[in-house]
């Protein structure tokens, strides 16, 4: 079972711009499809960013379409989530999360093997 460390998070202003990090240890790392999920308090968790075991496919959720890129680095045995143009609704706890399936990413928590666990964001105005 692959074991997932997040780190980046922090306190950044709106507008500003935060790279998360997602190591991975204990299993071959190109087995997995990876995902970014995020949890503000009071909400369900939720989708935020998936990419494919070799980052063909890559799958984001409308709300950071177009600010957020997901980027992985097998040989580092890395993903990353770099975050541009952050908004104030962008705070939440942000978890990397691993899986076996393959095929494209998986939007739902339950689809996922093995979580982190979780980095803080905070968006200020």
């Known amino acids: 079972q692959v074991q997932l460390d997040e780190s980046g998070g922090g306190l950044v202003q709106a507008g500003g711009s935060l790279r998360l990090s997602c190591g991975a240890s204990g299993d071959t790392f190109s087995r997995y499809a990876m995902g970014w999920f995020r949890q503000a308090p009071g909400k369900e968790r939720e989708f935020v960013a998936g990419?494919?075991?070799?980052?063909?496919?890559?799958l984001y959720s409308d709300v950071v379409k177009g600010r957020f890129t997901i980027s992985r680095d097998n040989a580092k045995a890395t993903a990353n989530l770099q975050m541009n143009s952050l908004k104030l609704e962008d705070t939440a706890v942000y978890y990397c999360?691993?899986?076996?399936?393959?095929?494209?990413?998986?939007?739902?928590?339950?689809?996922?093997?093995?979580w982190g666990k979780g980095t803080q964001v905070t968006v200020s105005s």
């Open positions: 990419i494919s075991s070799f980052g063909v496919i890559t």
């Open positions: 999360a691993a899986d076996l399936t393959r095929g494209a990413p998986k939007i739902r928590p339950y689809e996922y093997d093995s």
